[in-house]
């Protein structure tokens, strides 16, 4: 059965850090693109990051690129997401996702066939 359990979420002063983690089951990791999206209260759900298949092509958001990194542990079968320097803008629900296809291409929510549960980061001094 396919699953993806997202923790590590919590409370954090600003310019801390946090790394979440996506552990999936029921499917290999590395053969499908993954993402992070995030939502925060009254606000739409955002892609943050993606990993593609294969040889791990990742990109980013602008509003992350350069404090947040995505990367992959293929014999864990589980997805990360380590967030350095982090900002009151940066609370939010965080869920992982499984794309359709094996390349990262848009944050199309539509596109992914498989979610987490969600797990909270605040950031608040």
């Known amino acids: 059965q396919l699953q993806l359990v997202e923790s590590g979420g919590g409370v954090v002063q600003p310019g801390g850090s946090l790394r979440l983690s996506c552990a999936a089951s029921?499917?290999?990791?590395?053969?499908?693109?993954m993402s992070w999206f995030r939502q925060a209260p009254g606000k739409e759900r955002e892609g943050v990051s993606c990993?593609?298949?294969?040889?791990?092509?990742?990109n980013y958001a602008d509003s992350v690129k350069g404090r947040f990194t995505i990367s992959r542990d293929n014999t864990k079968n589980t997805m990360y997401l380590q967030m350095n320097s982090l900002k009151p803008e940066d609370t939010a629900v965080y869920y992982c996702?499984?794309?359709?296809?094996?390349?990262?291409?848009?944050?199309?929510?539509?596109?992914?066939?498989?979610w987490g549960q969600g797990t909270q980061v605040t950031v608040s001094s």
């Open positions: 996702a499984r794309r359709t296809s094996y390349y990262c291409s848009g944050y199309d929510p539509g596109l992914f066939g498989s």
């Open positions: 029921g499917f290999t990791l590395r053969d499908y693109a």
């Open positions: 990993i593609s298949g294969g040889d791990g092509s990742t």
